[in-house]
């Protein structure tokens, strides 16, 4: 059974992008654009890992993830975004990222940490 994976990331481009390079690698992915969207998801439930952009419209990546980390805690949840700074990065940790990686980063680094994630399920 392929893995369900969350995509919540703004950026048309950049979403289609992510979602396809999950998708050859052989996972179940959905791509969303907002927050408000993802809460009202049915796949929510079944999701083993959430990429989440921090700079989303509506309620940010990071407030999400707080809000996510103690509902769901075997939830992989990895933030990509351009925010690149040490504590931008610490920042992301101490709101419930597993993983923290800055964009732009390569299809193949993103899928490589998003089944690293995976494995540690």
């Known amino acids: 059974m392929p893995n369900r994976i969350l995509v919540v990331e703004d950026s048309n481009a950049l979403n289609a992008l992510l979602c396809d390079a999950l998708r050859r690698a052989g996972h179940e992915v959905v791509g969303l654009f907002d927050v408000e969207t993802v809460i ?3 796949s929510l439930k079944d999701t083993e890992v959430i990429v989440l952009d ?18 769901m805690p075997n939830l992989g949840i990895l933030m990509l975004t351009a925010r690149s ?3 931008n990065r610490i920042e992301g940790y101490n709101a419930g990222a597993d993983y923290y990686l ?6 193949d680094e993103f ?5 690293s994630l995976l494995r540690r399920k």
Do not use: D, M, W, Y
């Open 85 to 87: 700074t040490n504590a």
């Open 40 to 42: 009202e998801h049915p």
């Open 102 to 107: 800055p964009k732009p980063v390569s299809p």
């Open 111 to 115: 899928v490589s940490a998003v089944e």
């Open 54 to 71: 921090i700079q989303l419209p509506g309620e940010s990546g990071l407030q999400f993830a707080q809000r996510l980390r103690p509902l």
